[in-house]
């Protein structure tokens, strides 16, 4: 029993980090209806920014945490306002052709400022010790992300769902020429939408970044996973991607440690099941 308790904080942990990654897509497509695919570009971009400056400022975790994701997120106020604004009356695939090369494109300026050599990131010495639970030793930063990821779910929900804010955005993505109508400047708004996004993409990568690495190709592997849980949990439903990527942290955390070789079969098995069994996912809304 100690062992499954052990394998089920491991499992929670590695989830709500992948939710931290993924939350800033999900709100992305379920408030614009765009599909960025440059998401896990903007991620590495927050990684990398982080070393960066943890490198020149003394191992300095607290200032990239601030600076590297408001970084990334003037990153994603330049593309939304140049590039993939005119794609808006374009229809989604020539948004998705875009946002995929832009991929590539940051895949080389990483590599071209950065090298390809594997880096990681220092956490603070206030989260650099341990603590036992069901017998097992945990990191006491893999627990903070825990708690980090319940914090950002649960403002994300409260502003989607329970302020004037969020009912504007969300009446925006119904009807923006009604609510254009009535006043607001709902290309502001979703400039801002997107902006959070890329926000989010950048906590997301230094925050990921002294667990999982950093390292070339890295945006690629995390965007695949990222719509794993994003089709898992629903196209655009935050409460969904909370429980998808819960779900899979758990899945893939147990397959590793029962079948390595099996873990990421295993995944892409868990979204042809949700996929048969509920279509729109497991919180996702029905499309007309």
């Known amino acids: 029993m100690d062992i499954i308790g052990a394998q089920l904080v491991n499992g929670l942990s590695y989830g709500l980090l992948l939710f931290i990654i993924t939350c800033g897509l999900s709100l992305v497509f379920g408030i614009l ?90 956490v603070p010495d206030v989260f650099s010790g341990s603590i036992s639970l069901f017998n097992q030793v945990f990191p006491v930063y893999r627990l903070v992300v825990i708690l980090v990821g319940i914090l950002i779910a649960t403002i994300l929900w409260y502003i989607q769902s329970q302020t004037r804010w969020g009912a504007i955005i969300r009446a925006g993505l119904s009807d923006k020429e009604m609510v254009g109508a009535l006043g607001v400047n709902i290309k502001l708004v979703f400039t801002v939408v997107f902006v959070i996004g890329g926000l989010l993409a950048g906590f997301g990568g230094v925050v990921a970044a002294p667990i999982l690495g950093i390292y070339p190709s890295m945006e690629f592997q995390t965007l695949i996973l990222a719509l794993v849980v994003l089709v898992i949990g629903g196209l655009g439903s935050i409460a969904g991607t909370l429980v998808a990527s819960v779900l899979v942290g758990i899945v893939e955390t147990f397959s590793r440690f029962l079948f390595p070789e099996l873990s990421m079969f295993l995944i892409f098995g868990l979204m042809a099941i949700v996929l048969v069994v509920k279509p729109n996912g497991l919180l996702g809304k029905k499309v007309a």
Do not use: C, K
Request: hydrophobic letters at 60%; glycine letters at 6%.
């Open 33 to 122: 209806g765009v599909l960025n695919l440059a998401h896990g570009s903007l991620y590495m971009f927050g990684a990398y920014i982080a070393y960066s400056l943890t490198a020149t400022f003394s191992q300095s975790f607290w200032l990239a945490l601030i600076i590297a994701p408001l970084s990334v997120a003037l990153i994603a106020l330049v593309v939304e306002r140049v590039l993939l604004r005119p794609t808006y009356q374009l229809g989604h695939l020539s948004q998705v052709l875009l946002t995929f090369g832009l991929a590539y494109v940051f895949h080389d300026i990483a590599s071209i400022i950065w090298g390809s050599n594997v880096l990681t990131i220092v």
